[in-house]
Nanobody
């Protein structure tokens, strides 16, 4: 069973960079046809797909967030990461890392990030 765990600061100041890491266990981030996503849910709103990094390292981004979002990976640590630049209070949300496989998915428990001065 593939498990994912988000880590990172719970509080970020406006205009700073939000950095989160997802540590994967029970499977490799280079497994063919796996895609590793970041999804967030602001308070009182629905889920928003932010982007993903595929098993081969190819990245895809939500067009509305692409200008200040970056997803990368460290295969030696079996981790992938999210960077969100120039954050505002509207970036306050629960952030999830997610594995999308063929026919199934696995989610991390989520981590609350608050953007506030």
């Amino acid at each position: 069973q593939v498990q994912l765990q988000e880590s990172g600061p719970g509080l970020v100041k406006p205009s700073q960079t939000l950095s989160l890491t997802c540590t994967v266990s029970g499977g490799s981030i280079t497994t063919s046809y796996y895609a590793w996503s970041w999804i967030r849910q602001p308070p009182g709103k629905g889920l928003e797909w932010m982007g993903e990094i595929a098993y081969d390292g190819t990245t895809y981004y939500n067009p509305s967030l692409k200008s200040h979002t970056s997803i990368s990976r460290d295969t030696s640590k079996n981790q992938f990461s999210l960077q969100l630049n120039s954050v505002t209070p509207e970036d306050t949300a629960v952030y999830y890392c997610v594995l999308d496989a063929i026919g199934w998915s696995s989610w991390g428990q989520g981590t609350q990030v608050t953007v506030s001065s």
